[in-house]
């Protein structure tokens, strides 16, 4: 189910980046971002209050509190220089740029959690970063 889940992830990831290229046009990036994060924010929290998932508020520590906020900063960030990005460039470029968030996702799984890493592991990695080389490669 969880590959699933991932498809669908990626399909609207691809989907956001195109919709975001044509929404951005004549607006500030920052301003777009904010936009995008209140919507966002009232899916999200619409999805919670009706699956009922807001009953385990209560039970987040401390730990999962200092992560999941500086997560959403990370996320924030990204989003923030990720449409400055598509505001000056081309779409398909910095989206295979963005990915390169694979490859460093890969290695910090490594290091940090004791993911797994294997040889296939390595030459996905490879591959992606190859791909984006050359794909950016004027």
């Known amino acids: 189910m969880w590959k699933l889940f991932a498809i669908l992830s990626a399909v609207f990831a691809a989907l956001t980046s195109i919709l975001a290229k044509i ?15 209140v919507v966002i924010i009232v899916l999200a ?4 209050l009706s699956t009922g998932g807001y009953k385990g508020i209560t039970n987040l520590t401390k730990q999962n509190w200092t992560f999941l906020i500086l997560s959403g900063i990370a996320t924030g960030l990204s989003w923030v ?9 081309q779409v398909a470029q910095v989206a295979l740029i963005d990915k390169l968030s694979i490859v460093l996702t890969l290695i910090l799984s490594f290091f940090i959690l004791k993911e797994d890493f294997t040889i296939k592991t ?15 490669w004027k």
């Open 23 to 37: 929404g951005i046009k004549g607006v500030d990036s920052n301003l777009a971002t904010a936009i995008r994060t």
């Open 45 to 48: 929290w619409g999805i919670v």
């Open 81 to 89: 220089f990720y449409y400055k990005a598509i505001s000056l460039g």
């Open 122 to 136: 390595f030459i996905a990695g490879a591959l992606i970063t190859s791909g984006t080389i050359l794909m950016i």
